[in-house]
T-cell receptor
């Protein structure tokens, strides 16, 4: 158990809908990262928050947004869902945000299926 | 160009034998970190081992060791005494720092290698 929690574990929804994925980092970790894993794109970095502030953006679609709250949990909002958004979405956390050696610990993931 | 290349889509190994999973990387940064993660069929991502670009010694964590050859830009994972529970997908990943030393934070992953351990 990495100490990172994600809910829900599974999500089935229809095209055009909006969903929210939730992540709680390990105790003491200030950074939260979101990644998407799909068969065709592999593991892709979406966005990074540190202590409530956005720090870096990757290949995140405009239909997707995220935030990190004062209690450090984070939410990833996916809207106007398309079939291609079906993927495994991971949240990871680390202590800080500046050192290349900081290990990112991953949550169990949310498996999203868009029908 | 691919930042992280894992050239072995699948590998097979006999139980109790050692296996090496290849990883090459591409970066112009002097400071970077290399990570290996394991993803079993259940889907979670499990951190295995870390190697820093300035580390002089190869990293080791139990049965896992990293064969780090900086000049060749390779960071191969060696699993000794393979166990049936080692059957999983293995990912190599890199975290870079820019010239100013501020890390962008993200991990860049390779495509992964599926390891199957035979009894």
């Amino acid at each position: 158990d990495s100490g990172v929690t994600q809910t829900p574990k599974h999500l089935i929804t229809a095209t055009g809908q909006r969903v929210t994925l939730r992540c709680s980092p390990r105790s003491g970790d200030l950074s939260v990262y979101w990644y998407q894993q799909s068969l065709d794109q592999g593991l892709q970095f979406l966005i990074h928050y540190y202590n409530g502030e956005e720090r870096a953006k990757g290949n995140i679609l405009e239909r997707f947004s995220a935030q990190q709250f004062p209690d450090l949990h984070s939410e990833l909002n996916l809207s106007s869902l398309e079939l291609g958004d079906s993927a495994l979405y991971f949240c990871a956390s680390s202590v800080g945000n500046r050192l290349t050696k900081e290990t990112q610990y991953f949550g169990p993931g949310t498996r999203l299926l868009v029908l | 160009a691919q930042k992280i290349t894992q050239t072995q889509p699948g590998m097979f190994v006999q139980e109790k034998e050692a296996v090496t999973l290849d990883c090459t990387y591409d970066t112009s940064d002097q400071s970077y970190g290399l990570f290996w993660y394991k993803q079993p069929s259940s889907g979670e991502m499990i951190f295995l081992i870390y190697q820093g670009s300035y580390d002089e010694q190869n990293a080791t964590e139990g049965r896992y060791s990293l064969n780090f050859q900086k000049a060749r830009k390779s960071a191969n994972l060696v699993i000794s005494a393979s166990q049936l529970g080692d059957s999983a997908m293995y990912f190599c990943a890199m975290r870079e720092a820019n010239a100013g030393g501020t890390s962008y934070g993200k991990l860049t992953f390779g495509q992964g290698t599926i390891l199957t351990v035979h009894p």
